[in-house]
């Protein structure tokens, strides 16, 4: 059984910096999705196994950063110069395979979500 669990969540100010954490899967890509209050899902960033390969949003590019520690088992998003169109449910999710993926049919399992609100 495969269980996802997001964390690092919470209140940042305008420009802040989170990092949001997540279990991984070996041998799986991984990526972070977002949903802003009454909007869809969106794709936010990718990796691939074992993570030589990464892609992001435009809105995410430069701004966010995707990892993963192979040894740990962990997925990260750092989210920097944090914007209030960025408040949302984070989600992680696990690719279907090991290469880059983006559309959220290409992912077989999700967190539950950690929420970030940027405000001042």
């Known amino acids: 059984q495969v269980q996802l669990v997001e964390s690092g969540g919470g209140l940042v100010q305008p420009g802040g910096s989170l990092r949001l954490s997540c279990a991984a899967s070996?041998?799986?890509?991984m990526g972070w999705f977002r949903q802003p209050p009454g909007k869809e899902r969106e794709f936010v960033a990718g990796?691939?196994?074992?993570?030589?390969?990464?892609t992001y949003s435009n809105s995410a590019k430069g701004r966010f950063a995707i990892s993963r520690d192979n040894v740990k088992n962990e997925l990260y998003l750092q989210m920097n110069d944090l914007k209030p169109e960025d408040t949302a449910t984070y989600f992680c999710?696990?690719?279907?395979?090991?290469?880059?993926?983006?559309?959220?049919?290409?992912?077989?399992?999700w967190g539950q979500g950690t929420q970030v609100t940027v405000s001042s």
């Open positions: 990796i691939s196994w074992p993570g030589a390969k990464t």
């Open positions: 999710a696990r690719g279907k395979n090991s290469a880059l993926q983006w559309a959220k049919e290409d992912y077989d399992y």
């Open positions: 070996s041998h799986f890509a």
